[in-house]
């Protein structure tokens, strides 16, 4: 069974600043990751995915993530915050050695608020 | 190209009810997820469909919940008699087949149950 722990419902920080997310999983297999992100009233928009190539993953709207095994986490962060980066962001995880089941697993959400 | 299609996006029905959602997914899409977001959650798989068979529909509440998907494309699920904890964002979904299987979402249907 595989399970997405993102630490913080809640995240505030100022225009600017770092922004940093946290998400540990846990998987039986070797997994794909993902992170969307959701707007209000909106549906999930993919920032970014890890499927076992590069560890340090790029994404949209200048944000990246770093799959570390050790740690089994897959942090989200941006150098520089911007207003219109508030949002839910979710981190999920995926099976990548059963391509019959590749449904994404969430976890609970965070919240990230932009402070002028 | 255009994303996932879904319809109703809002709809308030008193429980006991019935209702339905449609769904059509990004095309060429083999496969068509249903997922349930409560209100401070994450979303929740209920059904995945492979073409218009099942793969996954462990945590579909069998009892009330249905979904088909007939031809392949279009789906559309189905609860019948709503309750009160069925107040939700029903979100659909779809992916090609193999390789990193990138989900697309609608913006789903935001159903409330009084």
């Known amino acids: 069974a595989q399970s997405v722990t993102q630490l913080g419902s809640h995240v505030s920080v100022s225009e600017g600043a770092l922004v940093l997310l946290r998400c540990n999983y846990s998987?039986?297999?070797?997994?794909?990751l993902f992170w969307y992100v959701q707007y209000p009233n909106q549906g999930l928009q993919l920032l970014l995915k890890?499927?076992?190539?590069?560890?340090l993953v790029k994404g949209i709207n200048g944000f990246e993530a770093e799959f570390k095994k050790s740690e089994t986490s897959f942090h989200l962060t941006k150098p520089s915050a911007h207003m219109s980066d508030a949002a839910e962001y979710f981190c999920?995880?995926?099976?990548?050695?059963?391509?019959?089941?590749?449904?994404?697993?969430f976890g609970s959400g965070t919240r990230l608020q932009v402070q002028p | 190209e255009a994303g996932v299609a879904q319809s109703p996006r809002y709809k308030i029905i008193e429980k006991r009810q019935s209702v339905a959602f449609w769904c059509n997914p990004i095309?060429?899409?083999?496969?068509l997820y249903w997922y349930q977001q409560i209100l401070g959650q994450g979303p929740k798989l209920l059904i995945q469909?492979?073409?218009?068979?099942?793969?996954?529909d462990s945590q579909l509440p069998k009892d009330r919940f249905s979904a088909e998907r007939l031809k392949g494309v279009d789906s559309t699920l189905k609860i019948q008699p709503a309750k009160l904890e069925d107040s939700a964002v029903y979100l659909c979904?779809?992916?090609?087949?193999?390789?990193?299987?990138?989900?697309?979402f609608g913006q789903g249907t935001r159903l409330t149950v009084v």
């Open positions: 979904a779809s992916s090609q087949t193999g390789g990193s299987s990138e989900a697309f």
């Open positions: 998987s039986s297999v070797p997994p794909y």
């Open positions: 890890y499927t076992s190539a590069a560890t």
């Open positions: 999920a995880v995926s099976d990548s050695m059963d391509t019959g089941r590749r449904a994404l697993t």
């Open positions: 095309s060429g899409h083999a496969t």
């Open positions: 469909f492979q073409n218009n068979g099942v793969v996954d």
